[in-house]
């Protein structure tokens, strides 16, 4: 297995927006990056990854971007994003820029000229197509829904045609069957590269290819787009040209998202060769509690081991994944999995030990490891989120298909805006993430939860994190190790090993608010523990054998408890 810097990185995800306010408009900017560089140095993350800086109407919180080589002046200017490289660099941090490449915003200078006549230079750019007729009317050309809400296709009154979006109107796709606009999206990419940053997170890279018929002609036919478009049948091509021309010219990172990608489509996206991707986002295990999203379901413990054992197994040594549990569009972990009250501090440090110990680049999301939890938004006004919003008026006040109390409940569970409250500095008004009102409401926990409090208290959830990423600095069996699942069956313990030259490290987690005991396998004594998140403490049962009665090694792990041993 190649020893490619970013496998044992430690990556930290800034949303930018939520992150910190330096001149008291309420939105986060790049300044206020620069000024909390350090912490991340403290903290031992040694890669930034950034959401989208560049020019934006927001109608996605950056993810329609109007243009690619600028800064959103709501995050600071050039020069400013220029010195906070300069100075993470200083720190020994690489930066990585969020790029989205499957589509842009409508304000975009591509989209307006391509809109403006059908035989425009730039009409290609984009993915456009007459109506179809029924009866009288006409009516899109097929019957996908955006992945916000409502008809995947919006029609131009100016040009009588229909535009493509599988995301919002406002995020019109671009048409990767064009080499000339491949050329220009490498071009801007190759623009960055030149600026001085370290890789890219690629937002739904996936999604690139649409569907083809047999003469390699875009088709659209009817039926779940969610299905039919990821992964398509060019995007192995256009990754590996988009290779060839930029990345493999620079020692960078590249990180895919790639929703619905199975194992064996990750072991194309990011294989061992490196022709394509150095690494993917996967969704899987964040897709557990079920395909449609507003619910109160759970994940399964159960299943959720089932997952992680065919990712850490089908990839070992033939590609390579993130490691995550939360992101800008996830909900915090800790009140996903584990407990908000009174184990929250366990629970956040039992669920990052199950996944740091893992073989993958691990992901920590801003105020992930301060154990921050979801927001306690009650009312619709409250939300800010296009999804949420979105899904709140078709269910509640369109179709009546859920009560506005029932949706609020799954909201508070689900919405991507639970990990976009702002980042929880201090105990000072709006966290010391803001001198004023920020863009979306801060978490009231932030008096109890904040990094000022949790850098100065041994035994906290940053002083955990602080061990574990200095851990997989020091040891090669967290990164280049096998993975072995025990109990695969145990509905409450999370049980696996690491194997590497001799050496195994053993990792049990306890996902239940109750004391689960555990039986030591071989070659484990209990004596030599690594890291372990309290007073986890080794007991012995005895067995009756041919000798006579002998003690075995068992552990006792306290609710959300979770401990390491090596051998």
């Not at 820029?97 to 391509?114: G, Q, R």
């Not at 059908?118 to 984009?126: E, K, N, P, W």
């Not at 009154?157 to 048409?175: A, C, I, M, R, V």
């Not at 999203?293 to 299943?303: E, F, G, R, S």
Request: proline share 5%.
């Amino acid at each position: 297995m190649t020893r490619d810097w970013w496998k044992n990185a430690v990556v930290y995800q800034i949303y930018v927006p939520s992150f910190c306010d330096s001149n008291g408009d309420g939105i986060g900017d790049i300044n206020g990056i620069y000024t909390k560089l350090n912490y991340i140095k403290e903290l031992g993350a040694n890669v930034i990854w950034l959401s989208p800086v560049n020019k934006s109407p927001m109608k996605d919180n950056g993810y329609d971007v109007s243009n690619y080589r600028s800064i959103n002046p709501q995050f600071g200017t050039m020069p400013e994003f220029d010195r906070m490289i300069k100075k993470a660099h200083s720190l020994g941090i690489k930066v990585v820029m969020d790029f989205v490449a499957n589509h842009t915003s409508i304000e975009h200078s591509w989209f307006k000229e391509s809109r403006s006549q059908i035989d425009s230079q730039l009409r290609d750019f984009y993915i456009w197509r007459k109506p179809k007729k029924e009866g009288k009317n006409l009516v899109p050309p097929n019957d996908w829904i955006a992945w916000f809400g409502g008809p995947a296709w919006t029609y131009d009154e100016k040009t009588g045609e229909y535009f493509l979006h599988l995301f919002s109107p406002h995020q019109p796709d671009l048409n990767w069957e064009n080499p000339v606009m491949r050329e220009e999206i490498y071009c801007i990419m190759r623009f960055w590269l030149g600026r001085g940053i370290d890789g890219f997170r690629l937002d739904v890279i996936g999604h690139i290819s649409k569907p083809l018929n047999s003469k390699g002609e875009l088709v659209f036919p009817d039926g779940n787009e969610r299905l039919l478009v990821p992964n398509g049948p060019r995007v192995h091509e256009y990754l590996q040209e988009m290779n060839r021309e930029v990345f493999s010219k620079y020692n960078i990172v590249t990180i895919g998202e790639t929703v619905g990608a199975t194992v064996e489509d990750t072991v194309k996206y990011a294989n061992s060769d490196g022709t394509e991707l150095s690494m993917v986002i996967g969704f899987e295990h964040m897709d557990l509690d079920g395909d449609f999203k507003w619910t109160d379901n759970k994940i399964n413990l159960l299943d959720l081991k089932y997952v992680f054992e065919k990712w850490q197994m089908g990839l070992h040594g033939r590609a390579w994944s993130a490691l995550y549990w939360c992101n800008h569009d996830q909900p915090r972990i800790v009140s996903r999995l584990g407990d908000n009250y009174e184990h929250r501090e366990k629970s956040a440090t039992m669920l990052a030990t199950c996944l740091h110990f893992m073989q993958g680049t691990p992901f920590i999301y801003q105020g992930e490891e301060l154990g921050m939890t979801n927001a306690p938004f009650a009312d619709i006004n409250d939300y800010r989120d296009i999804e949420s919003i979105n899904a709140y008026k078709i269910f509640v006040e369109e179709s009546n298909h859920f009560s506005k109390e029932d949706m609020l409940r799954f909201m508070q569970l689900k919405s991507r805006d639970n990990a976009r409250t702002p980042m929880q500095w201090n105990s000072e008004s709006y966290a010391g993430f803001s001198k004023n009102e920020p863009w979306i409401m801060v978490n009231p926990n932030y008096t109890e939860i904040n990094a000022e409090e949790q850098r100065n208290r041994p035994g906290s959830v940053f002083k955990y994190y602080q061990k574990l990423i200095q851990l997989r600095k020091e040891m090669d069996i967290i990164t280049y190790g096998d993975f072995e699942l025990l109990l695969a069956e145990h509905s409450d313990l999370f049980v696996y090993t690491r194997g590497y030259q001799n050496k195994k490290l053993l990792v049990v987690c306890n996902f239940s608010n109750e004391e689960r005991t555990f039986l030591l396998p071989p070659g484990f004594t209990g004596k030599n523990i690594l890291i372990a998140n309290d007073d986890t403490h080794r007991t012995y049962t005895t067995e009756l054998s041919s000798q006579g009665y002998r003690p075995k090694p068992c552990v006792n792990l306290s609710p959300y408890g979770a401990v390491v041993y090596r051998r």
